[in-house]
């Protein structure tokens, strides 16, 4: 079976700080990807990132850096400097091989960042 | 290049009522997906349509639950008949490929009174 673990349930930061969202991820296969999602207050759920697991080089966009150790099953999102529109529910999701050519995705319970002025 | 397109937005039933929503994906997505989200929760898979066939249905409860995508394109999520407990938010998403990452709609808040 494949989980994923978002321990912190719920962060909040001083604009410009920077933060830190944790993913923990289970999975027996060798073969899978994982995402990052943003979900604002108004519902749509914005896509973020895809990384496969052949690739742990760690990948920085703008304020955003992703941090991916296969190690200790850790695919963690940073966000440099916040700011009040960074504030949201933050997802992570593991998509593993589910036969017949297609992937499973299984999402995280979210973190809710909460940006304060 | 449109999003995904969902419609009701809100909806507002009395138990036992039947309810639909509607999804439009994304331009040459083939791969359609429906999600239930429950509030303070990630969302989980109901459906996944390949073009006009189900491959993977086995979260949708099929006693009240039921979908379709005629012609590979739009799909129509039902309930008959809604439940308290169906109370959630219903979230379409459409991607190129399973293994790509999808893109979702706004979705449909239900409430059942």
């Known amino acids: 079976a494949q989980k994923v673990t978002q321990a912190q349930t719920e962060i909040s930061v001083v604009e410009k700080e920077d933060v830190t969202l944790d993913c923990v991820y289970e999975?027996?296969?060798?073969?899978?990807?994982l995402f990052w999602y943003k979900q604002p207050p108004s519902g749509e759920l914005v896509f973020l990132i895809r990384?496969?697991?052949?690739?742990?080089q760690n990948e920085i966009s703008g304020r955003y850096s992703w941090n991916f150790q296969k190690s200790t099953s850790s695919f963690n999102f940073t966000i440099t400097a916040s700011q009040v529109v960074d504030s949201a529910v933050y997802f992570c999701a593991l998509s593993k091989y589910s036969g017949a050519g297609s992937y499973q995705l299984t999402f995280g319970k979210g973190t809710k960042l909460s940006v304060i002025p | 290049e449109a999003g995904v397109v969902q419609s009701p937005r809100y909806k507002i039933i009395e138990k036992k009522q039947p309810v639909a929503f509607w999804c439009n994906p994304i331009?040459?997505?083939?791969?359609l997906y429906w999600y239930l989200q429950n509030l303070g929760q990630g969302p989980e898979l109901l459906i996944r349509?390949?073009?006009?066939?189900?491959?993977?249905d086995s979260q949708l409860p099929k006693d009240r639950f039921s979908a379709e995508r005629l012609k590979g394109v739009d799909s129509t999520l039902k309930i008959q008949p809604a439940e308290l407990g169906d109370s959630a938010v219903y979230l379409c998403?459409?991607?190129?490929?399973?293994?790509?990452?999808?893109?979702f709609g706004p979705g449909t808040r239900l409430t059942v009174t």
């Open positions: 999975t027996r296969d060798t073969t899978y990807y």
């Open positions: 331009s040459g997505h083939n791969t």
């Open positions: 990384r496969n697991s052949f690739d742990e």
């Open positions: 349509y390949e073009n006009e066939e189900a491959v993977d």
């Open positions: 998403a459409s991607s190129a490929d399973t293994s790509y990452e999808q893109y």
